[in-house]
């Protein structure tokens, strides 16, 4: 059994015409023990990245019915998913001479039961923090990340790199794509956020963690994350879903 209470906020780049961000909150825990959540972030410097964004979340929307029942097959579930509406945004574009590089990030999170499944493809992150500690639990897709892998940079130094905002893969970018998956079990009290790279090219993981372990509501918490990214500055597209949650275990040695 699962108790969890979320927090979903974006904000519009104050040097922007549009947010180009989009989210996807579904919460049906108290009727199928399932829920999603998702955060896309239309590729800056190309038009139409709210429309990509959007294209995406409306997708996930109309799957989730099947996605929550997908239990044995969720990884193949969701990269099909991911494959149709990639394939959806490039038949747009070639029809929309104005939008010929639609495109944009996703970062998501399935829960069913007292399992969760992360997804991605982009530069958006998922963070979770439980018993074991505070980590992020994808990857980027971006040039400063593989030299994060090659053992060039430290990950700490990645927020302070010139090109952190340059990503190599984004639904949109070419026919076939390689979503990144992870899952695991839910322990007993488990808090997940979901974030675009408004907030982590400018607040570190150290801030993120911190503003996390305060007691605070959801909501909160959220509302400082964006606050404390203004702060240092940022002009992106901030978006920010918080999700908290616990797991009722009946048997002590589960």
């Not at 955060?39 to 800056?44: A, H, T």
């Not at 995406?56 to 494959?83: C, G």
């Not at 038949?91 to 991605?120: C, M, R």
């Not at 700490?156 to 952190?164: A, L, V």
Request: net charge negative; charged share 30%; aromatic share 10%.
């Amino acid at each position: 059994m699962l108790n969890i209470e979320y927090w979903s906020i974006s904000k519009k780049g104050k040097n922007h015409e549009r947010n180009e961000d989009n989210s996807l909150n579904i919460s049906q825990i108290n009727m199928f023990n399932a829920a999603l959540f998702m955060i896309c972030d239309g590729v800056g410097g190309y038009a139409g990245g709210d429309i990509a964004s959007k294209m995406i979340v409306s997708k996930f929307e109309t799957m989730f019915p099947t996605l929550r029942e997908s239990v044995n097959d969720v990884e193949k579930e969701i990269s099909q998913i991911l494959q149709e509406v990639n394939n959806d945004i490039l038949d747009f574009s070639s029809k929309h001479q104005e939008y010929p590089k639609l495109s944009s990030t996703i970062v998501g999170l399935l829960i069913i039961n007292d399992k969760y499944y992360a997804f991605s493809i982009g530069d958006s992150r998922v963070y979770l923090r439980d018993k074991i500690g505070f980590r992020q639990i994808n990857e980027d897709d971006s040039r400063v990340w593989q030299r994060f892998k090659d053992g060039l940079i430290k990950k700490s130094e990645i927020i302070n790199q010139n090109d952190k905002n340059l990503i190599t893969a984004a639904l949109g970018f070419k026919k076939e794509i390689e979503p990144h998956h992870y899952s695991g079990t839910l322990k007993e009290y488990f808090q997940f956020i979901l974030c675009s790279d408004g907030l982590t090219d400018f607040v570190s993981e150290g801030d993120i963690e911190k503003c996390l372990s305060e007691d605070k509501s959801t909501r909160d918490k959220s509302i400082g994350l964006i606050n404390r990214a203004l702060l240092k500055g940022s002009d992106d597209d901030i978006s920010i879903t918080i999700i908290e949650g616990e797991r009722e275990i009946n048997n002590r040695f589960q």
